[in-house]
């Protein structure tokens, strides 16, 4: 909801600007008028999330991010699908992106894909996960997707999986690493602050995390804040930066 | 006579009270911000713990009032502490220009705090530990109703 509404616009009928090192980008409108997805179908979307392509087969920026939610189930798509049907319709026509540097290039969407989309479908799970880890895998990688913005990029914007949630001084936001390296957080820390906004040391997050929460995770279950929990505290610890990056294995999980 | 001389006193105070422009600061901005920040860092220690009661780690219930007055009295100067002339065009601040740019929004956002810092103690005095939860859970979300728009983030 937060990337596409406008601070100020009607919710969900886009105009939310995304402010990037590669550009501004702005969210579309995703209510049902014939400026938002009118004309679309269910497969139109699972094809947008799962995919990354418009209906008409052209390849979406990753400002949509949807290296993580390729990892949506079928379930979870035909469930936002109708959710979508619901919304008032609104016109207010999407506003082009303002791209520049790299993504002023031709093929310069080839090329992230190539680099920075090719884990598609459902996410791997070890053998030996319990069913609380594994549902907050996927609400931490693929519904919430924490790590677009808590990921470090390469300079064409891949998001480097070796420092995955290991934080990203880049805008649209400075985003904190929130492994076990940084945040010892335990699960009772992490689910209230994923409910409120607050920290253990009692400060309360603004800015975009605010809205994250807000109209988010705050809106969550328990049990799926739990979930979520579980599996933030199990990812690899990252320390800093400057850290001795290349000792580090591939993967974080 | 007399009862009309109050009435007319009562009305300029109330209205000198009310005006919402800030009044420039006889005190050095730096210090300003210095004390609003050390001011910011005591309510969120006081939320901080009034958090741990709440979330029952641990047994305190005759500190529920204290944290949760000290959380109201620090609020009800949060509008005060940011005069004009200290924002980030004239000093080092995480405050947004907004502040004063948007003061009534700004001055909205901090009664929100005051009202539900006020619930808080109301609560507190109950000692109801599921009321306090929930009503902790209302203040950090004025809290961030706040930062949202009149605070630059740092990254830790």
């Not at chain 1, 010892?184 to 040391?201: I, V």
């Not at chain 2, 979330?55 to 959380?71: C, N």
């Not at chain 2, 001055?107 to 005095?125: P, S």
């Given at each position: 909801m937060?990337c596409h ?8 009928a ?9 550009g501004?980008?702005y969210g579309?409108n995703?209510?049902?008028s ?7 179908t269910a497969?139109d979307?699972?094809?947008?999330l ?8 052209h390849a979406?920026?990753?400002?949509f ?5 390729t ?5 979870d798509?035909g469930d ?7 919304l008032?319709?609104?016109?207010q026509?999407?506003q082009p992106?303002?791209r ?6 031709p093929g310069?969407v080839?090329?992230?894909r190539l ?6 479908g459902p ?6 996960a319990?069913?609380l880890w594994t549902?907050?895998q996927?609400?931490?990688e693929a519904v919430?997707?924490?790590g677009?913005c808590?990921?470090?990029r390469s300079?064409?914007?891949a998001?480097?999986?070796r420092?995955?949630l290991?934080?990203n001084?880049?805008?649209p ?15 009772g ?5 994923l409910a409120?906004?607050m920290?253990p040391?009692?400060?309360v997050t603004?800015?975009?995390m605010?809205r994250?929460?807000?109209?988010g ?7 799926d804040?739990?979930a ?7 990812v690899r610890p ?11 294995e591939?993967?974080a999980? | 006579?007399r009862?009309r ?6 009305v ?6 009310w ?7 006889p005190d050095a901005?730096e210090k300003?911000?210095?004390?609003r ?7 969120a220690?006081h939320?901080g713990?009034?958090?741990m ?5 641990i047994?305190r219930p005759?500190d529920m ?7 109201h009295d620090l609020?009800?100067s949060?509008?005060?502490l ?8 004239k000093v080092?601040?995480e405050?947004k220009?907004?502040i004063?740019t ?18 808080l103690?109301?609560v507190?005095?109950t000692?109801?530990v599921?009321?306090?939860k929930?009503q902790t859970?209302k203040v950090?979300q004025?809290?961030g109703?706040?930062?949202?728009p009149?605070?630059v983030?740092?990254?830790?």
């Amino acid at each position: 909801m937060s990337c596409h509404s406008a601070p100020n616009g009607p919710p969900w009928a886009g105009g939310y600007a995304i402010e990037t090192r590669f550009g501004t980008f702005y969210g579309p409108n995703l209510t049902p008028s014939s400026d938002g997805l009118a004309g679309w179908t269910a497969e139109d979307l699972r094809r947008a999330l799962r995919d990354g392509r418009s209906p008409e087969g052209h390849a979406y920026w990753p400002a949509f991010p949807y290296a993580s939610y390729t990892h949506l189930t079928d379930a979870d798509i035909g469930d936002l699908w109708a959710f979508l049907a619901t919304l008032p319709p609104a016109l207010q026509a999407d506003q082009p992106h303002a791209r520049k540097g790299v993504a002023t290039l031709p093929g310069a969407v080839a090329a992230w894909r190539l680099v920075g989309f090719h884990d598609r479908g459902p996410l791997p799970s070890p053998s030996d996960a319990g069913e609380l880890w594994t549902r907050g895998q996927y609400l931490v990688e693929a519904v919430a997707h924490c790590g677009e913005c808590h990921s470090p990029r390469s300079a064409v914007g891949a998001v480097q999986s070796r420092r995955a949630l290991a934080g990203n001084d880049q805008p649209p936001a400075p985003a904190p690493n929130i492994t076990p390296g940084a945040l010892p957080w335990d699960a009772g820390d992490w689910t209230h602050f994923l409910a409120s906004g607050m920290t253990p040391d009692g400060d309360v997050t603004g800015g975009e995390m605010y809205r994250v929460i807000r109209d988010g995770t705050s809106r969550l279950s328990e049990d799926d804040r739990a979930a979520m929990a579980t599996y933030l505290r199990s990812v690899r610890p990252r320390g800093e930066p400057a850290a001795s990056d290349e000792e580090e294995e591939e993967e974080a999980w | 006579m007399r009862l009309r001389w109050l009435v007319i006193s009562a009305v300029c105070f109330t209205t000198t009270a009310w005006s919402a422009d800030p009044a420039p600061s006889p005190d050095a901005p730096e210090k300003v911000v210095a004390y609003r920040e050390k001011a910011m860092k005591a309510a969120a220690n006081h939320l901080g713990l009034a958090s741990m009661i709440a979330k029952g780690e641990i047994h305190r219930p005759s500190d529920m009032t204290l944290h949760a007055e000290a959380l109201h009295d620090l609020g009800a100067s949060f509008a005060a502490l940011f005069p004009e002339g200290t924002g980030p065009d004239k000093v080092k601040s995480e405050s947004k220009p907004d502040i004063w740019t948007q003061h009534d929004k700004f001055l909205a956002a901090a009664a929100a705090f005051e009202t539900e810092t006020q619930k808080l103690v109301d609560v507190a005095k109950t000692g109801d530990v599921a009321a306090y939860k929930a009503q902790t859970d209302k203040v950090g979300q004025a809290c961030g109703s706040c930062h949202e728009p009149f605070r630059v983030e740092d990254e830790h």
